[in-house]
């Protein structure tokens, strides 16, 4: 395990959806690279069944949920032809697995769905093979020209098919404090429309401040007895504008929601918060 991986957020992402701790999060990544090392060396983890996957590292859960969770925090891929690769297993495989597949002219594989170019040299001796078929190395003379190309270097980058890491981490803690006040809980993957609103409010200083202060939303949701157990409060209503397009996220922590007082009424902060939001300045 390279150093620095036990601080990504997408391994801390991956550590909470399973409920797992540092240590058999770790563990469990350890076995799935060394069992692909071993058993599917050009990152075609794929081929075996996600009962097969679970088996190899250990994992005593739901097989389904435990590949779940590596697709959304993006250590595997998706794939057409594979089913599942290795996210840039090419990067990060050990030495030896680079060295045998050079010696056996057999290349890595990834997942991209875009056309890819004929292979190269570089491809032969342990380069990437698409779930095409195709070489995804680029040698630099490559890479030059679709630099001077920005219409084909536009056309060839992938859409993003996950939603962002942040996303994944705040629905996971969002679920905890849901089904403490019964407030509905967000799906995982989310939805194209929550991911639309997170991306929206992101772009939003007030909004993005706010997202960054989980512990604040939290405790806000205990204090508004009028959320609890309202369906039109759950992730995608917290996003969401009301009639008069106020932000409902920022009038949770300016304490609009407090003592049963609803969307509509007119609130007046209580005097003696230590801290609050508005719409128009962040305090």
Known sequence: ?????????KFLAL??????????????????????AKNAPQGDIGKFSN???????????????????????RWLDECPKHRLVIHDWADHCPTWVRGNLARYSREFVNSTKHPTKQPTKQAAKGGRASCEGGA???????????????????????EPTHPPIELVDFVI??????????????????????VSLWRS??????????????????TAIRDSEFVHGKAAFNLFGLLSSNSKGES????????DYRNGKSDRCQITNRAGDVSHYSQSKWE
């Open 15 to 36: 550590q909470r959806v399973l409920s797992e701790s540092k240590r058999g999060t770790a563990g469990l990544l350890e076995l799935l690279w060394y069992g692909t």
């Open 201 to 218: 409010a992101m772009a939003v200083e007030q909004k993005k401040a706010a997202l960054a202060e989980f512990d604040k939303i939290a």
């Open 173 to 194: 803690r969002f679920n905890d404090v849901a089904e403490r006040y019964e407030i509905p809980k967000t799906e995982l993957p989310p939805s194209k429309k929550v």
């Open 248 to 255: 409902k996220l920022l009038k949770l922590l300016n304490g």
């Open 136 to 158: 995804r190395n680029l040698l630099p003379s490559q890479a030059n020209s679709n630099q001077s190309n920005p219409s084909q270097s536009r056309s060839m980058s992938a």
């Open 51 to 73: 009962i097969e996957i679970a088996l190899l590292v250990d994992w005593p859960g739901s097989p389904d949920a435990l590949i779940d969770a590596l697709v959304q925090t």
């Open 1 to 9: 395990m390279k150093q620095g991986t036990l601080d990504l957020l």
